[in-house]
């Protein structure tokens, strides 16, 4: 019988199967931060457990850390307290751990595919949302409860039901000017932020098969913002040159029979999907969001639409996201004064978004309204900033890079957008208080922020 990309990895990975119930499923590799893994090793002692399998999990400090001044204490007791106690854990429970200043410390969604610890065929876990960027390699990917966290660190195993299944294509070629990001948010719009919920997303078709690994780990990303438990897309010839030759990938002859398993994971002609749903990339715009929710965006030259007629409540939610962000249904946003700009994040915090970011800046000056916060989302990313001259560019447009972490992408280190201030992000959510008490955020992609960057309002990219 036909089978699913995803089914192949989950039934491969089921050690036990509770009838009419959930399944026991192994674990490949298991990624901790400092925010959702605390509760979770002090279970562990409280219980007197080692961790079964300490080699596969990985440790890095993320959220909580500082973009400036690493060398230095974390003044924010708090968030030093979070980072103090991830490192402790890692050390009493023998874990590896990427801490702050160590070469492979960033974003723990960006260090694992960049690294060769994210691979074809795995089941990947992490208390953040925001695992299911992993499923780009072609991976079982999501995001567990503390408790969970917990299970896996006790078990390398964890109990889940298995979800449905959904394939979405996106059929055709890109235009000029429109990125991963602009996919991904354009596929959210028109399925609702709960309009994949209890599925796991294959993504498929023509535009898709011919983006970029790390086009593809953007796309990924962004899968939970509808719903999904999680992304993936069928691992090829692009991700296999991505992978090879990465310290933690398989090397020799291990490599040549990775590689022979992972090309019969595909998704199988015929294979049926409980939902499937066709886009055409011809369709996409680049995209901003205009209200406090991911799935509330527009084409950057459209207007901003009117309140639902037939939901009540989705009507009172509308108004008040559009009073949040001191927006009006039937205007345009081109033009609107910008006051922040962030690049970075595990959505757009890779070479390749500093690389976009640069081809618009490049020969251009940074307005001097807007506050610029660019932010690697790892040291290796920082590297080969410098090493292809790319900090030059920026430098002389007047831009300055920061140190990795996830910075303004959530309100939980000193990046903080101020309140009422409006933000152009290549972040991943948009609600209230995000990047900071009272903070308007737009969501948009790299090529999209830099146009504002330079223009100081609201401008749509493929005009610079």
Same mark, same amino acid.
Not at 273 to 302: K, L, W
């Given at each position: ?28 590799? @298991?990624?901790? @931060?400092?925010?959702?893994? +605390?509760? &979770? ?60 200043? *160590?070469?492979?410390? !960033? ?14 065929? #795995? ?10 960027? *992993?499923? %780009? ?41 429109? $990125?991963?990001?602009?996919? #991904? ?72 029979? &990775?590689? #022979?398993?992972?090309?019969?994971? +595909?998704?199988?002609?015929? %294979? ?19 209200? $406090? ?73 940074? @307005? ?20 292809? !001259? ?20 959530? %309100? ?53």
């Amino acid at each position: 019988m036909p089978k699913t990309l995803f089914d192949k990895i989950w039934d491969a990975h089921v050690v036990n199967h509770i009838p009419d119930g959930p399944d026991q499923l192994y674990i490949d590799r @298991h990624y901790c @931060h400092e925010v959702t893994s +605390p509760q &979770a090793f002090e279970g562990l002692r409280k219980r007197g457990l080692k961790i079964f399998r300490p080699e596969r999990t990985f440790c890095s400090p993320d959220h909580n850390i500082p973009t400036i001044g690493q060398d230095k204490p974390i003044s924010d007791p708090v968030s030093r307290h979070q980072v103090d106690t991830l490192r402790q854990n890692a050390a009493d429970f023998g874990v590896t751990y990427f801490g702050i200043g *160590h070469p492979k410390n !960033g974003i723990i969604h960006v260090i694992g595919p960049e690294n060769g610890l994210t691979l074809p065929g #795995a089941t990947i876990v992490c208390g953040d949302s925001h695992t299911s960027t *992993h499923g %780009a390699v072609g991976a079982v990917a999501f995001g567990i409860g503390t408790s969970e966290v917990e299970m896996v660190l006790a078990s390398q195993c964890i109990i889940q039901n298995k979800p449905k299944t959904m394939r979405i294509n996106v059929e055709g070629r890109l235009r000029p000017g429109v $990125t991963a990001k602009d996919i #991904a948010l354009y596929i959210i719009a028109r399925m609702s932020t709960g309009g994949a919920t209890g599925y796991f997303v294959e993504y498929a078709g023509e535009a898709i098969r011919n983006l970029s690994m790390e086009e593809r780990l953007t796309v990924c990303n962004l899968s939970i913002e509808m719903g999904a438990r999680g992304g993936m897309i069928a691992p090829d010839e692009t991700t296999f040159e991505y992978v090879k030759g990465k310290e933690y990938a398989p090397k020799g002859e291990e490599w040549d029979k &990775a590689v #022979a398993y992972w090309r019969t994971l +595909p998704s199988d002609p015929g %294979a049926s999907f409980d939902r499937e749903v066709t886009f055409q990339a011809e369709d996409i715009d680049p995209r901003i969001t205009f209200g $406090t929710n991911p799935g509330m965006g527009i084409g950057i030259d459209e207007t901003v639409p009117t309140p639902p007629a037939d939901d009540e409540q989705g009507r009172i939610s509308f108004r008040k996201a559009l009073e949040y962000m001191g927006f009006k249904s039937g205007e345009k946003l081109i033009g609107k004064k910008v006051d922040y700009v962030f690049l970075g994040s595990c959505t757009n915090g890779r070479i390749e978004d500093f690389r976009a970011f640069a081809s618009v800046v490049k020969g251009r000056k940074k @307005h001097p309204g807007v506050t610029a916060w660019l932010v690697p989302g790892s040291w290796n990313v920082d590297r080969q900033i410098r090493e292809e !001259g790319i900090d030059k560019i920026l430098e002389e447009a007047g831009f300055e890079l920061r140190q990795p972490g996830c910075s303004a992408c959530l %309100a939980m280190n000193d990046d903080k957008i101020p309140s009422g201030k409006l933000a152009i992000s290549t972040s991943n959510r948009n609600f209230e208080g995000r990047q900071g008490p009272g903070a308007r955020t737009i969501l948009a992609g790299p090529l999209t922020a830099a146009a504002a960057a330079v223009t100081g309002e609201i401008t749509d990219p493929r005009t610079v």
